[in-house]
Nanobody, 118 residues
Framework: QRQLVESGGGSVQAGGSLRLSCKASTSTRDLWSMAWFRQALHKGLEKVAAITGSSAPYIADSVKGRFTISQDKEKNILYLQMDNLKADDTGMYYC????????????WGQGTQVTVSS
């Protein structure tokens, strides 16, 4: 079973930047979609960004213009570049993957914490 391991989280001040990485244990070439989700304390899971098939990347309105998703298929790594961070961006960030035959994201990482202080 494919494993996803996130890294790059940490504590920054508002206006700062972080780059999250998600390393897959196996090739990602068979995946239909890879995405970043986040969950703030006492709030639901929010889809932040995704790369799906040959479509343009999805970026949530709440982070548009500040976050960028990218992928290195040679290294099986998914990235999330986060710039101009705000306190509202604080939360646990999860990497997820979905194969073409699945209707949901069926591989998840353990998460990496992002804390933004104002």
């Amino acid at each position: 079973q494919r494993q996803l391991v996130e890294s790059g989280g940490g504590s920054v001040q508002a206006g700062g930047s972080l780059r999250l990485s998600c390393k897959a244990s196996t090739s990602t070439r068979d995946l239909w979609s890879m995405a970043w989700f986040r969950q703030a304390l006492h709030k639901g899971l929010e889809k932040v960004a995704a790369i799906t098939g040959s479509s343009a990347p999805y970026i949530a309105d709440s982070v548009k213009g500040r976050f960028t998703i990218s992928q290195d298929k040679e290294k099986n790594i998914l990235y999330l570049q986060m710039d101009n961070l705000k306190a509202d961006d604080t939360g646990m960030y999860y990497c997820a993957a979905r194969t073409a035959v699945s209707t949901t994201y069926n591989s998840w990482g353990q998460g990496t914490q992002v804390t933004v202080s104002s």
